[in-house]
């Protein structure tokens, strides 16, 4: 499209997809497709159906604001509530994947091949998480993992969801947590910042640590 556009080249532009300027949307993260209703306080609702993986939808109001809520189910079954607190959002990103390195503890141990003695796995979705064989975490639960007979997590282990919900993980960092199913308004990279120490509550470092966008 030049300086002047054409009538054609319009007609183009305006059959084009609706940016998310100025508009609410969600970002599906998980390997699944997802279905959303959003229900805003005074009781209207969209559905947004068949979101399917790394699809970006959104709808025509710029934020939510305090009161408003979104289900996320997979299948039928409810995978996460998320509910609009103190602040509008104008965005969610749904199922991510982030890690922290705990400054005080989670101790090298030799025979983890220079990988830490255990790590802390939080499931934040409201979906048990099943990863590899051996390892289930309850929903908003956090289970540790000290390894294959407890002889600690060597760099290079990989973590497999069962359920086909999150892309298998190869830890090549001495991280001592993993949150699997951050639903918030922040982008959060796979490695995160350094903790102090680590809660064994998920729902207290999920609204402190993500929501507030504190790295």
Known sequence: MGLYASKEELRDVDEQPLSTYNRFSIMNHLLKTIDVIITLSDGSSWALDDVVPDETRSIPIPTLKEGDRINVSIDGRLFNLYEVKDKPVSSLHIGQ???????????????????????????????????????????????????????????????????????????????????????????????????????????????????????
Request: aromatic share 10%; net charge positive; glycine share 10%.
């Open 97 to 215: 994947i982030t890690t922290r390195f705990e400054q005080d503890g989670g101790h090298f141990r030799v025979n983890s091949l220079q990988g830490r003695a255990s790590v802390k796995i939080f499931n934040l979705s409201k979906k048990e998480l099943r990863i590899n064989e051996n390892i289930r975490v309850a929903p908003r639960t956090t289970f540790t993992y000290r390894g294959r007979h407890n002889m600690g997590i060597p760099l290079g282990l990989k973590l497999s969801d069962k359920e086909g919900l999150y892309p298998t993980l190869v830890i090549d960092k001495p991280v001592t947590a993993i949150y699997y199913g951050i639903t918030t308004d922040k982008h959060v990279p796979f490695y995160g910042g350094y903790e102090i120490s680590l809660s064994d509550n998920p729902l207290n470092d999920q609204v402190y640590h993500f929501e507030d966008g504190i790295m």
